[in-house]
């Protein structure tokens, strides 16, 4: 599966962002969709992710209360939904697919498929 997902961009802090990834295939269905982001010299860290029936969402400490993931399956699309942006959310944020579906994997080394990247500025 092909990820794509433009958008980002600069917002103040407090703001809200949408972020939205697309993907190439109708077997969307079938994959765990999860978004990750990296921070200038830090690894890549595990945002949100949602199962494939989208009956599991799970988010990082860091951002709960603040972020919801969505997906829109007739869409192929998935969704987060960035509130109350802080500057520590500053980071190139990444769209991922995982077909291993027994489960909800937040590691980056377990997703196989990745959207390109977007950057995403908080400022203060």
């Known amino acids: 599966v092909q990820l794509q997902a433009p958008g980002g961009g600069l917002v103040q802090a407090g703001g809200s962002l949408r972020l939205v990834c697309k993907a190439s295939e109708r077997a969307y269905n079938r994959y765990t969709m999860s978004w990750f982001r990296q921070a200038p010299g830090v690894e890549r860290r595990f945002v949100a992710a949602i199962s494939w029936s989208g009956a599991e969402v799970y988010y990082a400490d860091s951002v709960k209360g603040r972020f919801t993931i969505s997906r829109a399956d007739a869409e192929n699309t998935v969704y987060l939904q960035m509130n109350s942006l802080k500057p520590e959310d500053t980071a190139v944020y990444y769209c991922?697919?995982?077909?291993?579906?027994?489960?909800?994997?937040?590691?980056?080394?377990?997703?196989?498929?990745w959207g390109q990247g977007t950057l995403v500025t908080v400022s203060s």
């Open positions: 991922a697919a995982d077909d291993f579906i027994n489960r909800v994997r937040v590691e980056a080394w377990e997703y196989d498929y």
